[in-house]
């Protein structure tokens, strides 16, 4: 008896070998949906998504439920690329990141997607909402700010010389990754008469004045 519960517990083969299928399936897939975007625009449906990878709408709908299910995943592969290039950013930079360094990070981050991903750009924040019980409603851009946001709120709370009441530093450091993504949105809509280099300065100076109201002391005042 104990020998067929130790059976029964066994992993089937075949179980394993058709969900690791189905991992590097969906991921191929979800690769494609990026290469879509990135080659035809951000306003794409399920019948260009299939073409793309080759295959049925009933495919990408066996892996990622409905369309909505779809956009979330490309929103969250986009959303990891950015949090990948503000750690980079900060590795690049000093040892023990600043708070200063780290809007600097969120800004170039914002910065070069609109410069080299511009239509995953415009997926992520500007696509259409997606008819559905959760929609989409600025989700993926939602979360990104506030992935982003935490990582400013983090050295908020650690390094702030002043106290302030709780829940300060949260507001403080979503308000201004949503003024950074504002301001990269603007810019990217209009001329380009400044250079991504100087909307990166200007925008962290903005940024940075804004925040740097919790760092004062009774010396002389950060910079």
Same mark, same amino acid.
């Given at each position: ?63 990622? #439920?409905?369309?909505? !299910?779809?956009? +979330?995943?490309? $929103? @969250? =592969? ?7 290039? *503000? ?75 002043? #106290?302030?009441?709780? !829940?300060?530093? +949260?507001?403080? $450091? @979503? =308000? ?7 301001? *990269? ?39």
């Amino acid at each position: 008896m104990k020998a067929t519960t130790r059976e029964a517990k066994r992993p089937d083969g075949r179980s394993t070998r058709w969900e690791s299928h189905r991992v590097i399936r969906r991921a191929e897939l979800l690769q494609s949906s990026i290469a879509a975007i990135r080659a035809q625009g951000p306003n794409l449906g399920m019948d260009e998504f299939a073409a793309a990878a080759g295959t049925s709408k009933t495919v990408l709908y066996r892996h990622f #439920t409905d369309r909505a !299910g779809l956009h +979330q995943a490309v $929103a @969250e =592969a986009i959303e990891a690329m950015i949090a990948e290039s *503000v750690g980079q950013a900060l590795l690049l930079g000093d040892a023990r990141p600043t708070p200063r360094s780290v809007v600097a990070a969120a800004v170039r981050a914002y910065v070069a997607l609109v410069e080299s991903e511009p239509n995953l750009y415009d997926f992520l924040f500007r696509a259409p909402l997606l008819e559905s019980p959760a929609g989409r409603p600025d989700l993926a851009q939602a979360k990104v700010t506030l992935d982003l946001a935490g990582r400013v709120r983090v050295l908020l709370d650690q390094n702030a010389t002043t #106290t302030y009441p709780n !829940g300060t530093t +949260q507001l403080w $450091a @979503e =308000a201004l990754l949503g003024l950074v993504r504002t301001g *990269v949105d603007v810019w990217k809509r209009g001329d380009r008469a400044l250079s991504a280099e100087q909307v990166t300065e200007l925008l962290t100076e903005l940024a940075w004045h804004g925040a740097s109201t919790a760092f004062h002391t009774k010396g002389p005042r950060p910079v």
